[in-house]
């Protein structure tokens, strides 16, 4: 994966008034660069450590009165993090804005003996929440998206849990 940079543009908005009661706006505006780009073998105790995250996060929305922080991915995944990340049948996207890493999503090829084809499909996918509503699960859809075309996949499954409401509305 080529990797693609988008320009976002932040405003931030500061209310001046004047004496006359008429009102204006002072705009600054900051262009974030968000790129997505196909982890490599540097970048595993990021990959799994975001993992750790997503999985936290979602504990915390299936039973907010537990305090669960996850640590299975860090503890148990690095063996197989070796083995999947130069796989032709699977890929691991990150979403960068500037120096932060704020997503992740993975996919895998899965056959479909009977139909006598692969398919695949999306494990995992998270965004920060701090960076939610920004693009950056879009950006990452289209990066498994465009992974699928190259491995000419045309159905691409995504499951989520019943609990996990923001990720239906995605």
Known sequence: ???????????????????????????????????IIK??????????????????A????????????????????????????????SAIFLAQDEDEYIGIATINKIPQVRYGRF?????EMYDKPEHQGQGAALELMEALTDWAKKNNIKVIRLESGLELQKAHRF
Not at 41 to 55: I, M, S
Not at 59 to 85: M, R, W
Request: aromatic content about 14%; overall charge positive; charged content about 25%.
């Open 58 to 89: 979602c504990h915390k929305i299936i039973n907010p009165e537990k305090n669960y922080v996850s640590t299975t991915a860090q503890e148990h995944g690095g063996l197989l993090f070796d083995q999947v990340i130069d796989s032709s049948s």
């Open 39 to 56: 982890a490599t073998k540097k970048h595993k105790k990021l990959v799994l450590k975001l993992l750790d995250e997503f999985r936290t």
């Open 1 to 35: 994966y080529s990797g693609k940079t988008r320009s976002r543009r932040t405003y931030y908005e500061t209310l001046y008034s004047n004496c006359n009661n008429w009102y204006y706006y002072n705009v600054t505006i900051r262009f974030n660069i968000m790129k």
């Open 119 to 123: 398919i695949a499909e999306i494990e």
